[in-house]
Nanobody, 127 residues
Framework: VQLQASGGGLVQAGGSLRLSCAASGRPFGTYGSQGWFRQAPGKEREFVAAIRRSDGSTYYTDSVKGRFTISRDNAKNTLYLQMNSLKPEDTAVYYC????????????????????WGQGTLVTVSS
């Protein structure tokens, strides 16, 4: 199983970016849970968003609610993170992650709940 994140770049505050995470090694539709995390300079990696296959439910950290949207396209084996109204504090390396089984809600934000990780893509938001 390999995950490949892409789509990062430099954008002005208020702008938008769409991150992609391509999966290989097994059908994307077999993953129980997928998520996005980010790590800002000098900070620990944090949860951003997740989606579960069982019911299509999505989850977001409070700071991105209403601005970011996580989605997936099983036919293209790709996970997305649409990021709108970007702020300088969104600057970070963004990582996609996945787990074959569904993650319980109380553990959806925990890094160790995810088994597979992409290499990260850098998002820089200028003020």
């Amino acid at each position: 199983v390999q995950l490949q994140a892409s789509g990062g770049g430099l954008v002005q505050a208020g702008g938008s970016l769409r991150l992609s995470c391509a999966a290989s090694g097994r059908p994307f539709g077999t993953y129980g849970s997928q998520g996005w995390f980010r790590q800002a300079p000098g900070k620990e990696r944090e949860f951003v968003a997740a989606i579960r296959r069982s019911d299509g439910s999505t989850y977001y950290t409070d700071s991105v609610k209403g601005r970011f949207t996580i989605s997936r396209d099983n036919a293209k084996n790709t996970l997305y993170l649409q990021m709108n109204s970007l702020k300088p504090e969104d600057t970070a390396v963004y990582y996609c992650a996945a787990r074959l089984s569904s993650i319980i809600l109380s553990r959806i934000e925990a890094e160790d709940s995810y088994s597979y990780w992409g290499q990260g893509t850098l998002v820089t938001v200028s003020s």
